[in-house]
């Protein structure tokens, strides 16, 4: 079975790093993409990062860039996200993903990301 | 970076038919469906405009022209009640989801 098990919650303080981890298995690590979305407290899905372990290639979204690192470790089929300099907006339930790419004929396609994480969610505050 | 506009709210009755809209999709580009119930991770519901994944109830159809997709749920059901979202490739290998729209089942 396909699971992806994410790192226990976090309570940080403003202006610290949190580091969060997401551990793949049940299938081949490296043929899917894998992202970071998270959730603030009653609001909607925001997508952050994603990764391609095949080549450890990453992809930000541009709220996002210099305060998010994205890793994989193909050795343990995990990935890592760190987010820095946090503040209280950082609060939420963080959600890592798989999602397959395919070459269709000269075009990138992909299959939507079709298995998540738990969840882990980050609280903020002092 | 793309943004993607869904209403708010939808609701039917159950039986009824609901249909959801996500404008300002690029023309060339999927969009993918999301299903989340409360207290959950989301789903995919839908990928490349109106695949289904294997599980998902035919109840549950996508469609998409031009810079607008939409998603319709046909007999709603009472466990239907969720938040859907939808969701597209944008530049530079990133994604853009909409604001979600709660459907409730009256």
């Known amino acids: 079975q396909v699971h992806l098990v994410q790192s226990a919650a976090e309570v940080k303080k403003p202006g610290a790093s949190v580091q969060l981890s997401c551990k793949a298995s049940?299938?081949?690590?490296?043929?899917?993409?894998l992202h970071w979305v998270r959730q603030a407290p009653g609001q909607g899905l925001e997508w952050m990062a994603i990764v391609n372990p095949s080549d450890g290639s990453t992809s930000y979204a541009q709220k996002f860039q210099g305060r998010v690192t994205m890793t994989s470790d193909t050795s343990t089929s995990t990935i890592y996200m760190e987010l820095s300099s946090l503040r209280s907006e950082d609060t939420a339930v963080y959600y890592c993903?798989?999602?397959?790419?395919?070459?269709?004929?000269?075009?990138?396609?992909?299959?939507?990301?079709?298995?998540w994480g738990q969840g882990t969610t980050v609280t903020v505050s002092s | 970076q793309s943004v993607l506009t869904q209403p708010p709210s939808a609701s039917g009755t159950p039986g009824q038919r609901v249909t959801i809209t996500c404008s300002g999709t690029?023309?060339?580009?999927?969009v993918y469906w999301y299903q989340q119930l409360p207290g959950t991770a989301p789903k995919l519901l839908l990928f490349?405009?109106?695949q289904r994944p294997s599980g998902v109830p035919d109840r549950f159809s996508g469609s998409k022209s031009g810079t607008s997709a939409s998603l319709a749920i046909s007999g709603l059901r009472s466990e239907d009640e969720a938040d859907y979202y939808c969701?597209?490739?944008?530049?530079?290998?990133?994604?853009?989801f909409g604001g979600g729209t709660k459907v409730t089942v009256l």
């Open positions: 993903a798989r999602e397959e790419r395919f070459l269709e004929w000269t075009t990138y396609r992909y299959n939507g990301m079709d298995v």
């Open positions: 969701a597209s490739w944008a530049d530079k290998l990133s994604v853009v």
């Open positions: 049940g299938y081949t690590f490296t043929n899917y993409f």
């Open positions: 690029s023309a060339n580009i999927d």
């Open positions: 490349r405009n109106d």
